[in-house]
């Protein structure tokens, strides 16, 4: 069965980090694309970074615009953990954060999801 399990959100300060995790089990994270999704109050899921399988596939990672320069996606595929490093946060980030799976080891603009986690709340206010 797979699972996905967030954790490391919390209240930050305007222009402060934080870095999330995502354990996941079932699957190798190395064999899959990953990727990081969020959903601020009132609106939809927005997709923010993915990686490619390092099994299979390059590793390539990619950004929405928004987050590009401030968040970095990666992988400890000893501890089958997916994390998002989030700096110079800003109150717009405000949101709740999901780590997905993808069916397959590469990204594709569009492509869905197979699993997705429960998530974890990040607020950032002063």
């Known amino acids: 069965e797979v699972q996905l399990v967030e954790s490391g959100g919390g209240l930050v300060q305007p222009g402060g980090s934080l870095r999330l995790s995502c354990e996941a089990a079932?699957?190798?994270?190395?064999?899959?694309?990953m990727a990081w999704v969020r959903q601020a109050p009132g609106k939809g899921l927005a997709w923010l970074s993915a990686i490619n399988g390092a099994d299979g596939a390059d590793g390539s990672t990619f950004y929405a615009d928004s987050v590009k320069g401030r968040f970095t996606i990666s992988r400890d595929n000893a501890k089958n953990t997916l994390y998002l490093q989030m700096n110079n946060l800003k109150p717009d980030d405000t949101a709740v954060y999901y780590c997905a799976k993808y069916p397959s080891s590469t990204y594709a603009s569009g492509k869905f999801f197979d699993s997705r986690g429960q998530g974890t709340q990040v607020t950032v206010s002063s």
């Open positions: 079932g699957f190798p994270v190395s064999k899959y694309a």
